[in-house]
């Protein structure tokens, strides 16, 4: 599901470069906000932090292993916004640019389709009714077939079947199977619900799905489906199959 946890970003940066901040910055501006009472206790635990300086906001990015998302905290330090921020004359929304590790993204991908000379990673959760809302759209839209897409699970903690699913995907090791099954249970199958994965089978997959949710937080995904080129830069779901 494309959950959004405190914004959303869609369109870069309105104002330029961004000067990143430093960790220790980061942490002094989001203990300004009411927002760092709630978290502090998960700080460099299940919540990791960043921030940029742009020219009237500072903006903060909260990593967390269900998705990512952006407080603004105003330049004169005064408030705290939570959701969007749009720029009146360009109608766009306002979004921090962050350098992507691109070894931990290629790490978390657990497995690859199609013949497409352009890359797309896709982040997402089985369950998730979105992610199976747009693998109907994409099934017989001509545009796929310009992609070789990479797959990142992030399962949602609210999707309480996301990692019974994956590990019925992933417990094959013929890599089209893989394949097979993650699109029939896209598409509705519940070939998972009778299956059991061995201990061995189960801390295997667990294994590769922390490297997964791990370059989903680096690519900064906030929910299901997000898309991603091979630049590493976000799509739009609805560009992308227009």
Same mark, same amino acid.
């Given at each position: #599901?494309?959950?959004?946890?405190?914004?959303?970003?869609?369109? &870069?940066?309105?104002?330029?470069?961004?000067?990143?901040?430093?960790?220790?910055?980061?942490?002094? !501006? !989001?203990?300004?906000?009411?927002?760092?009472?709630?978290?502090?206790?998960?700080?460099?635990?299940?919540?990791?932090?960043?921030?940029?300086?742009?020219?009237?906001?500072?903006?903060?990015?909260?990593?967390? /292993?269900?998705?990512?998302?952006?407080?603004?905290?105003?330049?004169?330090?005064?408030?705290?916004?939570?959701?969007?921020?749009?720029?009146?004359?360009?109608?766009?929304?306002?979004?921090?640019?962050?350098?992507?590790?691109?070894?931990?993204?290629?790490?978390?991908?657990?497995?690859?389709?199609?013949?497409?000379?352009?890359?797309?990673?896709?982040?997402?959760?089985?369950?998730?009714? *979105?992610?199976?809302?747009?693998?109907?759209? &994409?099934?017989?839209? /001509?545009? #796929?077939?310009?992609?070789?897409?990479?797959?990142?699970?992030? /399962?949602?903690? *609210?999707?309480?079947?996301?990692?019974? #699913?994956?590990?019925?995907?992933?417990?094959?090791?013929?890599?089209?199977?893989?394949?097979?099954? *993650?699109?029939?249970?896209?598409?509705?199958?519940?070939?998972?619900?009778?299956?059991?994965?061995?201990?061995?089978?189960?801390?295997?997959?667990?294994?590769?799905?922390?490297?997964?949710?791990?370059?989903? #937080?680096? !690519?900064?995904?906030?929910?299901? /489906?997000?898309?991603?080129?091979?630049?590493?830069?976000?799509?739009?779901?609805?560009?992308?199959?227009?």
């Amino acid at each position: #599901m494309k959950k959004i946890l405190l914004s959303v970003g869609i369109i &870069a940066s309105l104002f330029g470069a961004d000067k990143i901040l430093k960790k220790e910055e980061a942490v002094n !501006l !989001l203990k300004l906000t009411p927002i760092y009472y709630r978290v502090k206790s998960q700080l460099d635990k299940e919540v990791k932090i960043k921030g940029v300086e742009q020219k009237d906001f500072y903006i903060l990015t909260l990593q967390t /292993p269900q998705g990512s998302g952006n407080i603004f905290v105003t330049k004169d330090k005064k408030y705290t916004i939570l959701g969007n921020v749009f720029d009146n004359k360009k109608h766009n929304v306002l979004t921090p640019h962050y350098k992507v590790n691109k070894d931990i993204v290629k790490k978390g991908v657990l497995f690859s389709f199609g013949e497409g000379k352009k890359d797309l990673y896709i982040v997402t959760d089985p369950e998730c009714p *979105f992610c199976r809302e747009f693998e109907k759209k &994409a099934k017989n839209n /001509p545009i #796929m077939k310009e992609y070789k897409v990479h797959l990142i699970f992030l /399962p949602l903690s *609210f999707h309480k079947h996301a990692k019974d #699913m994956i590990y019925y995907i992933l417990s094959s090791e013929n890599e089209q199977e893989k394949i097979d099954r *993650f699109h029939k249970t896209l598409s509705g199958d519940n070939s998972w619900k009778k299956f059991t994965p061995t201990k061995e089978q189960k801390e295997n997959i667990d294994k590769k799905l922390k490297l997964s949710i791990k370059a989903a #937080m680096e !690519l900064g995904a906030q929910g299901t /489906p997000s898309f991603y080129d091979g630049e590493f830069n976000e799509i739009d779901r609805e560009k992308l199959l227009k």
